[in-house]
């Protein structure tokens, strides 16, 4: 029996090897998708709370640095600003998905994730795509015909084989480090990984005074890195059992350094010694009360449970412990001893080097023919539809140069 052969092997049927198919399918190519679980695209089921984040208005193409995180940020410029935004979303009108915006240019189906994977998947049909799911890929060797590769469907060649099989966060729905392996193979450097847009843990007893405050969210401004290299997100924080979490803890552990401290403005809208010291001066209050009026009241009560001498009424307070108090909410150092890691990570930070690659076709410089697309390549998005927009984007670029 003659080997199948096609002109486009792309290896994962995520968010961006669907998307490759259908583009390169479309283009008259004929592709073969191949994925080792039973259903594409799990992680777009299970994204943005079932509705999918799919992309998001803000993203500034000109300074893909303020949006992705990675050795160099600028390797995502060429692709992002061929595919847009606004082309992802007349993709979504033209299939008649409704959406809607929620926060900072965020863009969610308002009906469902699977809209969009269904939407994929139609892009795939009309362009002839063939799809080996649920299939097992072993050995991949590459000779004069092109790429060969050994599954448990048989042996299949092509002349181009694309990775897209993305990062290593939630190995329970089909993550592995397949795609970092086969790009050793082939002698492309990686860049370190590590779980991205993550929550933070912190030691057993350093977290004992804030475990009682688990489940508790407010707004924040967090911050993280030397002077230099500040980074900082205004957004909510999530107390949980065993550190922090929530979209401010999501996006600043992308940036945080093992063993560095965060920090914490826990009321980053007021001056709060100034209002401390004016209502010294007007009331009678307990402390933790007038704190209410800023801060929830269990955070509040949880803080000044940290020293005697906040326990009182406020106009009975020395002016140094209420500075001392204000200091301390407006600038919580702490310092995590590490992170939920893959398990609950929604993204993989590093993977394979930009330098590797050509930003214009994500093909390999070494390496004719071999293509990566995605989370596996060291591109970072915040949290917020950049990660989804990154994914069409790579795509896009390497099924037009298919
Ligand atoms: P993706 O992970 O989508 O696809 C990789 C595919 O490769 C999978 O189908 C997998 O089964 C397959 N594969 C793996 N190993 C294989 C092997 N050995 N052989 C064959 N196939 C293999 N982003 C965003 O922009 N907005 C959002 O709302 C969210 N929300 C979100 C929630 C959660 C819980 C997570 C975990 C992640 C997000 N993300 C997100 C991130 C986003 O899901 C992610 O960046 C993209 O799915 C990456 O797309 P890829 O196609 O590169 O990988």
Redesign the pocket.
Known sequence: MTTPSYDAII?????????CAAQAGQRGLRVLL????P??????R????G??????RELDVRQPHRHFVGQNPQFCRSALSRYTPADFIALMERHGIAYHEKHKG?L?ADRSAEDIIAMLLAECAAGGVERWQP???GSVGHGEGGYLLATDRGPVRAANLVI????L??PK???????YRLAQQFGLPLVERTPG?VPLTFDGDAWAPYAQLSGLALPVEISTGSKKERMSFHEDLLFTHRGLSGPAVLQISSYWQPGTPLSINLAPNVDLAAELARAKLRSRKLIANELTAWLPSRLADAWVAQDSEWQRPIAEASDKALNRLAERLSRWEITPNGSEGYRK???TLGGVDTRALSQQSMECKAQPGLFC????VDI??W?????????WA??HACANSL
């Open positions: 290896l994962g049927a995520g968010a961006a090897g669907l998307f191949i994925d080792h679980a259903k594409v695209a799990e992680k777009i299970i994204s943005g709370g509705r999918c984040n799919f992309t998001n965020q969610f299939c097992k890929v897209a099989t993305g990062g966060s939630i729905i089909g993550a592995t480090d397949f795609g847009l990570a929604e993204v697309i995605g989370e596996v970072t998005g949290l917020g539809g950049y990660n989804f927009q990154w994914a790579s795509a």
